[in-house]
C-alpha cells in the first residue's frame, strides 16, 4: 500500500533546505562512499572461503548452532556440503552479530601454530570488512552500537530503495519542514532515527541480521505529519494493489492507517525483507514527537495559514473551470464551501453571482449581487469588477435601495475611482444622490488635477440641484473660474 501526501506546491518561498540537505546526504552517501561495496562483499566471501578461516571456524559454528540455534538452523547446518561451507558460513556471520563475537571467541584446538595463523586470518578478515562502508554502518540486531544508530540511516540496499525515500523524505519535507522551521525539522529527523532503531533493535533482540535505510526516520515524519497538521484536510495519492485514488481529508486520518499497515504487515509478512519494525517505531516515535511539539507552541501557524491560502487559490481556480464547463452544480459546492471560509472575498462572491446568474435563479442572483456590492474594494481593478457586474446585473431593473448605495459611493471615492463614482451618481444613485455627493466629486477632481471634470461636476450639480446650498458654492465657484 502508498499513500504519499501531496499538498504543498515546491516554489522558491517554501524550499525545504533542511530536507535538501538530507537527501544531498543520502544520494552521494550512496553514490559515493557505498560505491563498490557489493563487489568488496563478494571479494571477501571468495577470501574468506579460500583463505581456510572458514574451515577453522566451522566447529565453532557448529557449536553456536546446537546451543543457540533453533531446529531449523541445527537441520540447515548439518545439510551444507564441505565444498560450501565457506560461502555459507560466511553469509551468516556477515549479518550475525552474536555468531561473529562466538566465532571470534572460540578455542582454537591443540595444533601448534593454528592458533597464529587463526589470529592472522581474523586480522586480515577486520581490514577487508572495514572497507565495506555498508558493513561497517549499518545497524545489527542485538547490538547497541552508537555510530551505527545513526549511521545506517543514510544507507540504503540499491537504487530503488534509495529513490522510493527520497520521494516520500521530499513529499514529507514540503510538509513537515515548514510547519516546523529548519532547526526543529532537524531534531525531528534524529528523533526518528533513534527512535525506529530503538524499536527495531527491542523487536529483533536476541536475533541476527540487521537493517539500513532512512526509511524509519521518514516513517517519523509521516507520523509528526498527521499529528502537527492534525483534523486540516490535506490532499494524499493512495494506492493499494489495482486501486488508487486522489483524494482530500484530514491528515490525522493518515496515522491509523499507517499504523496498522506496518503492525499487520509485521505481523503476518515479516520475512519480506523490508523494515516494518523500524517504519512502526518510526511512526510512533514522530507521533509522539510532533504531539509534544504541537502542545508546546513549536509549530509555525503562519505556515498553515499560508497553505490555506494556497489551497484557496487552487479551489478558486477549479471553481472557475466548472463554471466555464457550465458544471453549475460543482461550481457551486466549491464556492459554498470558499464563501464559508473566507467570507468578504470579493472574487468568491462574484464568481457565486455569476453561478446564479447562469443558473437562471433572478432572485438569488440579485441577493448575490447586493453582497458583492457590499464588499470593500481593494483596488481599482476588484471596483471595476463591482462596476461591471452591478450594469450587467441591474440592467433593465428597477435598483434596490439600502445602505450599500452610500457604502459603494464612499468606498469607490477612497479609491480615487472617480469616473466609476460619476457614472454610479448618474444611472444607479440618481433617485438618492445629493447634491453634498456631486459637490464632494467636484472637489476630489480638482484636487486630483482634473479641471474639466470639476468643472463639469459642478455644472451638473447645478442643473440637478438648483436650489441646495452646495448650488450656491458650485455658482460661486463656477464663476471663480
Given at each position: 500500500?502508498?499513500?504519499?501526501?501531496?499538498?504543498?506546491?515546491?516554489?522558491?518561498?517554501?524550499?525545504?533546505?533542511?530536507?535538501?540537505?538530507?537527501?544531498?546526504?543520502?544520494?552521494?552517501?550512496?553514490?559515493?562512499?557505498?560505491?563498490?561495496?557489493?563487489?568488496?562483499?563478494?571479494?571477501?566471501?571468495?577470501?574468506?572461503?579460500?583463505?581456510?578461516?572458514?574451515?577453522?571456524?566451522?566447529?565453532?559454528?557448529?557449536?553456536?548452532?546446537?546451543?543457540?540455534?533453533?531446529?531449523?538452523?541445527?537441520?540447515?547446518?548439518?545439510?551444507?556440503?564441505?565444498?560450501?561451507?565457506?560461502?555459507?558460513?560466511?553469509?551468516?556471520?556477515?549479518?550475525?552479530?552474536?555468531?561473529?563475537?562466538?566465532?571470534?571467541?572460540?578455542?582454537?584446538?591443540?595444533?601448534?601454530?593454528?592458533?597464529?595463523?587463526?589470529?592472522?586470518?581474523?586480522?586480515?578478515?577486520?581490514?577487508?570488512?572495514?572497507?565495506?562502508?555498508?558493513?561497517?554502518?549499518?545497524?545489527?540486531?542485538?547490538?547497541?552500537?552508537?555510530?551505527?544508530?545513526?549511521?545506517?540511516?543514510?544507507?540504503?540496499?540499491?537504487?530503488?530503495?534509495?529513490?522510493?525515500?527520497?520521494l516520500f523524505l521530499i513529499a514529507l519535507g514540503l510538509l513537515v519542514e515548514g510547519a516546523l522551521g529548519e532547526a526543529r525539522f532537524a531534531l525531528l529527523y534524529l528523533v526518528g532515527i533513534l527512535g525506529s532503531a530503538a524499536f527495531s533493535l527491542a523487536w529483533h533482540w536476541g536475533d541476527g541480521g540487521g537493517g539500513l535505510g532512512a526509511s524509519g526516520a521518514i516513517a517519523a515524519l509521516m507520523g509528526a505529519f498527521c499529528v502537527i497538521w492534525g483534523r486540516r484536510p490535506v490532499r494524499f495519492f493512495w494506492w493499494f494493489f489495482v486501486v488508487f485514488d486522489y483524494v482530500r481529508k484530514p491528515a490525522i486520518w493518515l496515522l491509523p492507517a499507517w499504523i496498522g499497515w506496518e503492525a499487520l504487515n509485521l505481523?503476518?509478512?515479516?520475512?519480506?525483507?523490508?523494515?516494518?519494525?523500524?517504519?512502526?517505531?518510526?511512526?510512533?516515535?514522530?507521533?509522539?514527537?510532533?504531539?509534544?511539539?504541537?502542545?508546546?507552541?513549536?509549530?509555525?501557524?503562519?505556515?498553515?495559514?499560508?497553505?490555506?491560502?494556497?489551497?484557496?487559490?487552487?479551489?478558486?481556480?477549479?471553481?472557475?473551470?466548472?463554471?466555464?464547463?457550465?458544471?453549475?452544480?460543482?461550481?457551486?459546492?466549491?464556492?459554498?464551501?470558499?464563501?464559508?471560509?473566507?467570507?468578504?472575498?470579493?472574487?468568491?462572491?462574484?464568481?457565486?453571482?455569476?453561478?446564479?446568474?447562469?443558473?437562471?435563479?433572478?432572485?438569488?442572483?440579485?441577493?448575490?449581487?447586493?453582497?458583492?456590492?457590499?464588499?470593500?474594494?481593494?483596488?481599482?481593478?476588484?471596483?471595476?469588477?463591482?462596476?461591471?457586474?452591478?450594469?450587467?446585473?441591474?440592467?433593465?431593473?428597477?435598483?434596490?435601495?439600502?445602505?450599500?448605495?452610500?457604502?459603494?459611493?464612499?468606498?469607490?471615492?477612497?479609491?480615487?475611482?472617480?469616473?466609476?463614482?460619476?457614472?454610479?451618481?448618474?444611472?444607479?444613485?440618481?433617485?438618492?444622490?445629493?447634491?453634498?455627493?456631486?459637490?464632494?466629486?467636484?472637489?476630489?477632481?480638482?484636487?486630483?488635477?482634473?479641471?474639466?471634470?470639476?468643472?463639469?461636476?459642478?455644472?451638473?450639480?447645478?442643473?440637478?440641484?438648483?436650489?441646495?446650498?452646495?448650488?450656491?458654492?458650485?455658482?460661486?465657484?463656477?464663476?471663480?473660474?
Amino acid at each position: 500500500m502508498l499513500i504519499l501526501p501531496l499538498h504543498r506546491p515546491l516554489t522558491r518561498a517554501t524550499f525545504p533546505f533542511v530536507t535538501a540537505v538530507l537527501v544531498l546526504v543520502n544520494v552521494l552517501v550512496f553514490a559515493l562512499a557505498q560505491g563498490g561495496d557489493g563487489a568488496r562483499v563478494e571479494e571477501l566471501g571468495h577470501w574468506y572461503a579460500q583463505s581456510g578461516l572458514a574451515d577453522l571456524e566451522w566447529p565453532a559454528y557448529q557449536r553456536f548452532v546446537a546451543t543457540q540455534g533453533d531446529a531449523a538452523e541445527q537441520e540447515a547446518a548439518t545439510e551444507v556440503p564441505a565444498e560450501a561451507r565457506g560461502t555459507y558460513l560466511f553469509h551468516q556471520r556477515l549479518m550475525d552479530v552474536r555468531l561473529e563475537a562466538a566465532l571470534r571467541a572460540a578455542p582454537v584446538g591443540a595444533a601448534g601454530g593454528e592458533a597464529e595463523r587463526r589470529a592472522e586470518l581474523e586480522a586480515e578478515y577486520t581490514r577487508r570488512a572495514g572497507r565495506i562502508v555498508t558493513l561497517s554502518w549499518l545497524l545489527r540486531h542485538s547490538e547497541v552500537d552508537p555510530g551505527r544508530l545513526l549511521g545506517h540511516a543514510f544507507l540504503h540496499a540499491g537504487v530503488m530503495h534509495l529513490a522510493g525515500n527520497m520521494l516520500f523524505l521530499i513529499a514529507l519535507g514540503l510538509l513537515v519542514e515548514g510547519a516546523l522551521g529548519e532547526a526543529r525539522f532537524a531534531l525531528l529527523y534524529l528523533v526518528g532515527i533513534l527512535g525506529s532503531a530503538a524499536f527495531s533493535l527491542a523487536w529483533h533482540w536476541g536475533d541476527g541480521g540487521g537493517g539500513l535505510g532512512a526509511s524509519g526516520a521518514i516513517a517519523a515524519l509521516m507520523g509528526a505529519f498527521c499529528v502537527i497538521w492534525g483534523r486540516r484536510p490535506v490532499r494524499f495519492f493512495w494506492w493499494f494493489f489495482v486501486v488508487f485514488d486522489y483524494v482530500r481529508k484530514p491528515a490525522i486520518w493518515l496515522l491509523p492507517a499507517w499504523i496498522g499497515w506496518e503492525a499487520l504487515n509485521l505481523a503476518f509478512n515479516a520475512d519480506a525483507g523490508v523494515g516494518f519494525d523500524a517504519h512502526l517505531g518510526g511512526l510512533l516515535a514522530g507521533a509522539l514527537a510532533g504531539w509534544v511539539l504541537a502542545r508546546t507552541g513549536q509549530v509555525r501557524h503562519d505556515f498553515f495559514e499560508e497553505i490555506e491560502e494556497d489551497r484557496s487559490v487552487e479551489e478558486l481556480a477549479e471553481a472557475r473551470r466548472l463554471l466555464g464547463r457550465m458544471d453549475l452544480a460543482g461550481a457551486e459546492a466549491r464556492l459554498a464551501a470558499l464563501a464559508a471560509q473566507h467570507a468578504g472575498n470579493l472574487e468568491v462572491a462574484i464568481l457565486r453571482y455569476r453561478c446564479a446568474s447562469l443558473a437562471g435563479n433572478a432572485t438569488l442572483a440579485l441577493e448575490r449581487l447586493l453582497v458583492l456590492l457590499s464588499i470593500p474594494a481593494a483596488d481599482a481593478a476588484e471596483a471595476a469588477e463591482q462596476y461591471r457586474a452591478m450594469e450587467e446585473g441591474l440592467a433593465g431593473r428597477s435598483v434596490p435601495r439600502g445602505a450599500w448605495r452610500v457604502g459603494i459611493y464612499r468606498r469607490w471615492m477612497a479609491l480615487r475611482q472617480y469616473e466609476l463614482v460619476e457614472a454610479l451618481l448618474q444611472r444607479w444613485l440618481a433617485d438618492d444622490a445629493r447634491a453634498l455627493h456631486w459637490f464632494e466629486l467636484a472637489l476630489a477632481r480638482r484636487a486630483n488635477g482634473e479641471e474639466a471634470a470639476f468643472r463639469t461636476a459642478l455644472e451638473r450639480l447645478v442643473a440637478r440641484f438648483p436650489h441646495a446650498p452646495e448650488a450656491g458654492k458650485a455658482r460661486f465657484l463656477l464663476e471663480a473660474e
